[in-house]
């Protein structure tokens, strides 16, 4: 199993930019979708980009398109989401998770998808 522990969160203020790293532990963390997901007070933990376990394919929520990059780094076993033009919206806690199938990857993917979860991180955009 894969254990995670984000970082990079905090205030920013609209239109600005973020950047969250993700570190893992575990020999396998190459092997390994991983994704990014938030969830905002009183709403359900959503998806927000996924990358293949080799980094050559990535998808993304519609919401964050065009705004938010992920990237990974399997020599230093870390994950990143790299946020620009931060709008009110984007407020949530932010988890990266790591898929439970070993080499599979769909691309929009669902929380029921992962199997080990960081402890999430705190992003507040203000208005």
């Known amino acids: 199993q894969v254990q995670l522990v984000e970082s990079g969160g905090g205030l920013v203020q609209t239109g600005g930019s973020l950047t969250l790293s993700c570190a893992a532990s575990g020999r396998t963390f190459s092997s390994y979708t991983m994704g990014w997901f938030r969830q905002a007070p009183g709403k359900e933990r959503d998806f927000v980009a996924t990358?293949?376990?080799?980094?050559?394919?990535?998808f993304y929520a519609d919401s964050v398109k065009g705004r938010f990059t992920i990237s990974r780094d399997n020599a230093k076993n870390t994950v990143d989401l790299r946020m620009n033009s931060l709008k009110p919206e984007d407020t949530a806690v932010y988890y990266c998770?790591?898929?439970?199938?070993?080499?599979?990857?769909?691309?929009?993917?669902?929380?029921?998808?992962?199997?080990?979860w960081g402890q999430g991180t705190q992003v507040t955009v203000s208005s």
């Open positions: 990358i293949s376990w080799s980094g050559g394919l990535t």
């Open positions: 998770a790591a898929h439970k199938v070993q080499r599979y990857y769909s691309g929009r993917a669902y929380p029921g998808d992962f199997g080990s």
